[in-house]
Structures are given as C-alpha cells and as structure tokens.
C-alpha cells in the first residue's frame, strides 16, 4: 500500500468511509496520514486533580465503578428529564462523568454502556459540581468483552489504540459524526500498513536543516510521546510546505530577470528635474533613498517588480509620481491603477496639482508647450461617456498622455499605450493576477511594476506572498502629520455614549473643522462593491458569530443625523452607488469646506487627502478589520492639526472583535497593527483562501509563527536553484514545485 492508494484500502468497510471521503474531503492514504492533529490534550493524570482548572480540556483513560439513572426536571421546558452519573476510577483518583438525556430509554441504554468494570477513554471539559471534577456529556469510547463475537472487531481494535495512547491525546479536525478515536484508528492502521513513503526533501537538505524524515515525522505527529516530538514533526512540515513555496518564488524571480525590457534611463526630457525644482519641502530621508533605488531598478534592461509600502501618509504617491516622470523623462508612459473611481479621481486631481504648470491641459498638447516641457494626466474610469473617452484614448494610444491614471477601466481592450514603461498599481491587494497581468500586457514589451500598499506587511509575510517583488518601506512621516487620537465607543457598555459621540462631531464643526462619518453598509443591507465583513475565528478554527442586529447605512444615517443631532450642519453622503459626477462634486466640495460632515463607505478609506478633516466616527467598527481601520483613520490629521477617531461598536468584551478595536485604539503603529491583524485573521484573507472557501491556502505554515523557517527555507531554495535551477538532482522537489505552480494555490503568491 502507498500514499497514492484509496482511502478504502484502509477504511473498509468501516460505516464512518463515506464521512472520510466526503465530509473531510480524504482520498488517498496519503490524504488521511496529512490530516494532521489540530492540537493535543495532555491525558489526565488525575491524582493531579488539584492542579485542574474549570473548562480545561481532558482526556481520563479509567474503568467505571458504579454508573445510575437519575431523573429532574428540565428547567427550560419543565418537562421530565434524565442523567447518567457515572463514577470513573482512574489511577488513585475518582472523576465524576454525568450524561444529561431527554429519553429514558437512552439514558438507560447509556448505563447498560457504562457497566461496572467497563473501561475506556473520555474526553471532555473539566468543571466542578457539589465540590467534585466532573466532565459533562463527555466524548467516550469504551472496550467491551473481547468474548462477545459480535462487538469482538471493535473491542480489540479500541484495546489496541488505546495501547498506543501516550501523554499527548490528538484532537483531530472532524465532521458530523466522527470522533478522535475513529480518526487515530484508520490513522495508526494506515501508518502499519503503508510502506513506499518517499521522501519529497533531498537527504542531505534533511541534515542541513536538521529536519525528520517522512516517515518519522508522521509517526511523531500522529502518535507523538512528548511536546518535541511534535515540534520536530511540525517543524518537517513546515520546512517542506515553506520550501516548495519559495522554490516557486525563485523561479519566478529568475524568470522575471531573465525578460529583457527597455531600461528608462531619464535624458530624453527633464520633467522630473523641473518638479523636484518646483517641491515646496524637502523629501524625507525615507524617500530620496527609495527614490533612488527606483531610479535604479528603472535603468536596469529586465523589469522592475517592487513593492512600496508604508504608513498612511508617508508619501509613496509621491515617490510613486518621481518614478512615473523618470519613465516619460525616458520617452515612456506610466499607468497608475487604483480600486475605485473615488480613488482614480483623488490620484488624478493631486498629480495634477503637484505638477502644476508640467500638467498639459486642454489641447496644449504633447510634451512640449512653448519652452515649457509639459504631459497630458489623463484619467480613465468606468463612467465615463464615449465622448468624454474619446480624446484621452486618442492621447493614450499616441504617447502624448504621459502618466495615466484609471481604474479597471485601464484594463479594457479599446485602451492602447504607445509605450506603456511603467505600471503602478495602488492598494495592490484589491487586484487580482489576472488584472494585473491585463495591464502589464498592454505593453510592447513588459514594462517595470510597482505596486503601493498603505498597510505595513511583515517582513515574512512580504516574503511569502510577494516573495517575487523586491521590497522598499518607507517609514517615516513627513514633516506636519499629527498625532491621531482614537477612542473606542462601547455602546455594550454605555449606550447613552452616541449622544455624546454627536456632540463631539458638532464641537468639531464649530470650531471651523471637518467631519468623516464611516458605515459599513450603502442602505439597507448593501456593501460597498467589493468589501466584506471581517470574519472572526476562535482558537479551533471555528467562525464566531457576529453582534447581530441591523447594521449603519449611509442613506439611513445620513437621513437620521440631517434631522436629528446634526441639523443645521452642511451634511453629504458619498458610497459608490452614485453618479460619478455627483461623487466627483461631492468630493471636491468636501475638499473646499464646504461640507461640514462627510457621511461615507469605505470609498474615502484610501487616497483622500483633506487636511482641515480632524474627526471620524466609524460606526460599527467592529465590521472592520485592523488594517482597514487604520487605513480610515489616516484620512484625519493629515494638516496639522490634532486627529481624533472615534470607533463605535456592541462588540462584547473577550471577543475577537472587541480585542481588535482595542488594539486599534491602542497604536498608531501600523506594522505593530499589520501583526494583530494578520494573527486574528491568519493567512486566510492575506493570500485570497476565501475563494476556496478555507481559512489559509497555507497547510502547516504561518508566516508569523514560523519566520525562522522560513527563513531557512528561503536559504535552501536560493541554493538549491543556484546549483540546480531545473531540480534535476531533486525531481520529487521538482514535481512538487510544479504542482504548486500549476494549481490554484499560486495565485496567491501574486495575491489578489
């Protein structure tokens, strides 16, 4: 038997098969000796019990010692019900195990189960009842008399694995109707029988790296005696699972240097010299170094692929914009992507406005306007008529558009650059590969990527999921940003806090300054195009419940506050459902000041740049995840002037909900943040597992937990490609690495 036989090979006839195959998705042997523990229970020593705590998890090998029917009333119902009180003796202790039933006849069934001189395995939580442990409704399998021919297979197969129990009882992910016994039984039979179990990793990478080999390492992780052998059987997997990513990311590394492009040099024009001429304060430190080393990367003959990230207002549009004038300095086009029509039009209005007079307008045409070197900034939306599409398509195609920026709408087939040289993609993790691959494609040949995030990625996490792109972090911010204050608004606790939330906002107004208020929702029920609530999970994996109840939308809010606590003031709304011409108005109204309290969606999270903004409440913050909060409240603060964020929510103290809001309020640190958002949300949103409907595209591996190795992994594929780039000398490694390429599991280490 191998890895590759059928599952059956080792189920049989087992009852629990088609639970195997179709509620654990398990085909092969090989799928059932990956289907790893979870976690492990230590198994009870109960001479111990003063050491237990109320609600820990339990695993009592014992033999029962007298087990009784006892009946009460059901307090819900007040109709009769039953119990089973059993005492279990194990090792120089008793433990108390009550089995709560509406039937008698269950209940009765159940004692008949737990005889006098039964013994088997219970597992359960630990609490305390009259002063005694107890487990309630425990889980249990029992070893019946190996003499009754019927039950004889069961009896000997449970006598057996509970033979092979040690300190560490495995909690496996289960379905409907499973339980850890059935699961460690097809294991431990499986692990028996299986005897080709070849090893994917070179022996010689194994001792490198100090790593098991296959086969100890499953027998470690399924049937481990103590806390290392987990750890080294863990430590294998997650060597092997980082390995194959990274040599996937190498590769492409290799492939991308070995494509030839146009290096842009500068010289043709002195676009670029004019504006820095024309700055009005000095770059950062952070930003001329970047600047350089994209001037850098653009004069080399194979394409630059980096990514820029960096706190909200640090800069990047603007290194982004010096990069952009280097490549039509250099006889290109730039093309700036951005996720929404509200952004796309922020861009193009604050290029424009930073150029000045190097911005063509009208029909002054070309680079050249009299003596003075000029370029078109064409913006592109969705939107937009024929018509108004007609003359920056012409000027696109042309080359006289210099720097063009656009939403998806760039990505449509009546759009021809010229010279397309540089492609900067903003807010990065709202595209898609096929999109950003749609663009780069309009290219003569492949231009240099950039691609912008404001939410700090940790170092491993950049090394995973773009581990193709160089990396460039600004850090610093620039001179005139002020410090944000943010409060969280439990309405759990004090609900008669939103009255004051309102005051707040008119204080504000009053003294001459402006108002964001964030919903989640347009009307109704309606999400912004693209978003999702954040989804919260408990330590198992297991989704929690969120605050139930009617959730803010911008036209009801909007429609509450202008005729109740916020009448008088100047009050617009903006979310994407609207005209393009109406958000464009509202927008530039918002920036004049003339709109006192700005009721939005997440359409101004990003981009939006009004500095005499100091407020903004973001109702139901609790629907927001960490990076997307701090990204919001970035839009305060931003002209000098104090910020203050106030986050409303009914999240409930303990919840993963509540713990996020009070980290939130709790920094301004966005890479201290990038790491609380990436613990609560794990690698499932990070690399687009959503699709597939799991919580991570990554197995064993978090790229938190297991920086070190990953690390180490790195070092070995460099190595290994360096020596070998086919993996001619490794072609296990080699299939593996092709798998992952050709499977949907390598979108994400593009990442949409």
Known sequence: MTLESPIEAVLGNSKHATKFTKGLGLRTVGDLLYHFPRRYLRTADLSQTPQLHEGEMLTVLGEVVRSVVRQHTDRRTGRPAYRVETQLKAGDADLQLTFFSKSQRIAEWRRGVLAPGVRGVFVGKAGSFRGEWQLANPQMVVFGDPSDSENAAEAADNQMAVEELTELFPIYPLTAGLQHWDVMRAVRFARQVVEDVTDVLPEQLRETYAVPGLREALDLIHAPHELKDVQRAQHRFRFEEALGLQLVLGRRRRALQALGTTARTGGVHHLLEAFDERLPFTLTRGQEEIGKELETALAQPHPMNR?????????????????????????????????????AQQHHRSITAMLGDLAASGLAGGLFAGDQEQTHVELLTGSMTKTQRKGPLSRIATGEAGIVVGTHALLQDQ?????????????????????????????????HLLVMTATPIPRTVAMTVFGDLEVSTLTELPAGRAEIQTNLVSLVDHPAWIARVWERVREEVEKGHQVYVVAPRISGDESEQGESDQRDFDADGNEVASVKGQLSAVDEVTEELTSGPLQGLNVAKLHGK????????TMSAFAAGDIDVLIATTVIEVGVDVPNATTMVILDADRFGVSQLHQLRGRVGRGGLHGLCL????????????????????????FALSRVDLDQRREGDVLGASQSGRRSSLESLRVLRDEETILQAREAAESLLEQDADLTTAPLLAERVAEIEESASADYLEKS
């Open 578 to 585: 609207l005209p393009a011409e109406e958000k464009e108005r």
């Open 307 to 343: 990514l820029l990230q960096g706190e909200v207002g640090s800069g990047k549009t603007l290194v982004a914009l010096r990069a952009m004038l280097r490549v039509v300095d250099s006889g290109g086009q730039a093309a700036l992507l951005a996720p929404t029509e509200v952004l």
């Open 647 to 670: 986050l409303v929510s009914h999240a409930e103290a303990g919840t993963p909900a509540r713990t996020r809001l009070d980290a939130v309020a709790g920094t301004t640190d966005g």
């Open 415 to 447: 759009v021809m650059f010229d010279d397309l040289g540089l492609v900067v993609v903003d807010e990065q993790h709202r595209f898609g590969v096929e999109q950003r691959a749609a663009l780069t494609d309009k290219a003569g040949t492949p231009p």
